[in-house]
């Protein structure tokens, strides 16, 4: 296909795409290297990392964890839709106070952008929901423990050693030549959209990569944390992060940052699918047989998002591509 439909500019492996949620891999990673060090245990109370109290106000008693924000349990619901629409905008914007107190006058009732629509009615670690805004918290814990930037700290501990040069959260390190153009299918043609930035969601959404690169950060959780030599987690915080850490029987098995089901083939997958204005990605592993699929598009049907139509199609073609490899290798 072509990442610019207009001048007929072919994609390559080495194109750059826009990755929505499939960021929240990385963005998993990079807290789960802090884990390795002893710096927290995934059932500590993050009020005690927080310079904010972080409690769901319907259950203001009941501690909210590591564990249950990289699981999507900690009972955000994440549905203030204001600010969401809002840190969407063309190029590479800053929102002043992001992260801090940005975060707090969200989560925390009185501030600025709270809304009763933020938390759920569930106790943490009841229910999955879904929440970007929980990324970009585990983000902020990066920085807190880390003491550096997110961005730089992603950059000097995962994209440098897996030799991810081109690969940011930020639009201004790229070559604005090598990212796919987003766009949207609509009324029978295609709507160019700008190249654009989600500041108060960009540990969740902004990641651009492409599939020669991100097949070193994939090839490294196939090889329990290595990529060509170069060791970014050890074997049982891999494991750690492709199980699901509650009830194996719910519908949406999630384990800290990483997608769990056995839908396409049968056998187990570990993965994560990511859908934004002019981009869908789709990226799963089969560690039963060491075969990863990594599926890349800057188009989103805005006519069929609303439906399971796109997302049926484009499972249908990652389960052809599955098959073609099983094909190949044997």
Same mark, same amino acid.
């Given at each position: ?130 929440? #970007?805004?929980?990324?970009? @918290?585990? %983000?902020?814990? =990066?920085? $807190?423990?880390?003491?550096?930037? /997110?961005?730089?700290?992603? +950059? ?71 990529? #060509?030599?170069?060791?970014? @987690?050890? %074997?049982?915080? =891999?494991? $750690?992060?492709?199980?699901?850490? /509650?009830?194996?029987?719910? +519908? ?79």
């Amino acid at each position: 296909g072509y990442y610019d439909i207009e001048n007929q500019k072919p994609a390559t492996t080495d194109t750059l795409y826009l990755q929505a949620s499939v960021s929240k891999t990385v963005t998993a990673t990079a807290l789960m290297q802090l884990y390795e060090q002893g710096l927290f245990e995934l059932d500590d109370d993050l009020n005690d990392y927080l310079p904010f109290v972080f409690r769901n106000p319907n259950h203001p008693d009941l501690p909210i964890t590591f564990r249950m924000l990289l699981s999507h349990r900690s009972s955000l619901a994440d549905d203030n839709l204001y600010w969401i629409c809002l840190s969407y905008l063309p190029g590479d914007p800053d929102v002043k106070g992001f992260p801090d107190p940005w975060l707090k006058e969200y989560l925390t009732p009185g501030g600025q952008g709270y809304s009763s629509s933020t938390w759920s009615q569930e106790k943490p670690g009841d229910a999955y929901y879904y929440a #970007n805004v929980g990324y970009s @918290l585990i %983000a902020y814990l =990066v920085e $807190l423990l880390s003491g550096q930037n /997110f961005n730089e700290y992603c +950059k000097e501990h995962i994209f440098r050693p897996l030799q991810m040069d081109q690969s940011s959260f930020r639009l201004r390190d790229h070559d604005i030549d090598d990212i796919a153009i987003p766009y949207e299918h609509k009324n029978g043609g295609y709507f160019r959209h700008p190249h654009y930035g989600i500041h108060i969601l960009h540990p969740s959404i902004t990641l651009r990569t492409s599939i020669e690169e991100f097949s070193h950060f994939i090839i490294a959780f196939m090889n329990g944390g290595v990529w #060509n030599n170069i060791r970014i @987690l050890e %074997a049982s915080t =891999v494991a $750690l992060m492709h199980t699901a850490h /509650f009830s194996p029987d719910d +519908k949406y098995n999630y384990g800290l940052g990483w997608t769990i089901t056995n839908k396409k083939i049968g056998k187990d997958e570990v993965g994560h699918s990511g859908g934004y204005v002019g981009v869908h990605d789709l990226v799963t592993i089969i560690p039963e047989d060491d075969i990863a699929v990594l599926l890349f598009s800057n188009e989103l049907d805005s006519e069929l998002i609303a439906s399971k139509t796109e997302r049926k199609a484009f499972n249908g073609i990652d389960k052809a591509i599955f098959q073609k490899a099983y094909r190949i290798i044997s």
